[in-house]
């Protein structure tokens, strides 16, 4: 079981940055594929940036250049550090766990684990 936490969000005027960060409880928060996905009035729930147990990251074309995902395993926390907001950035932000399939294949996880924190608003706005 993990639970994590987000931290972070708040109002921040266009070409700001703020930097999130989700706190897991659980000592194999290591096994996991973290991920930040974001959620805007009626769009649908999207990955903006992910981070693999070895540190590899990938981000939505949208963000590219302007976020970056970082993890530090000892501490249990991932981060988003988002630079050069934009007002299409507004969105509530979650942090997600989920055990991939090449992790569940070696025994580290099991495959249908996907946890949820409870979110934080981002607000880009003049």
């Known amino acids: 079981q993990v639970q994590l936490v987000e931290s972070g969000g708040g109002l921040v005027q266009p070409g700001g940055s703020l930097r999130l960060s989700c706190a897991a409880s659980g000592s194999i928060f290591s096994r996991y594929f973290m991920g930040w996905y974001r959620q805007a009035p009626g769009k649908q729930r999207e990955l903006v940036a992910g981070i693999n147990r070895s540190g590899f990251t990938n981000y939505a074309d949208s963000v590219k250049g302007r976020f970056t995902i970082s993890r530090d395993n000892a501490k249990n926390t991932v981060n988003l550090q988002m630079t050069s907001l934009k007002p299409e950035d507004a969105a509530v932000y979650y942090c997600?766990?989920?055990?991939?399939?090449?992790?569940?294949?070696?025994?580290?996880?099991?495959?249908?684990?996907?946890?949820w924190g409870q979110g934080t608003q981002v607000t880009v706005s003049s």
């Open positions: 997600n766990a989920n055990c991939r399939a090449i992790d569940a294949a070696q025994g580290l996880c099991i495959r249908s684990s996907d946890y």
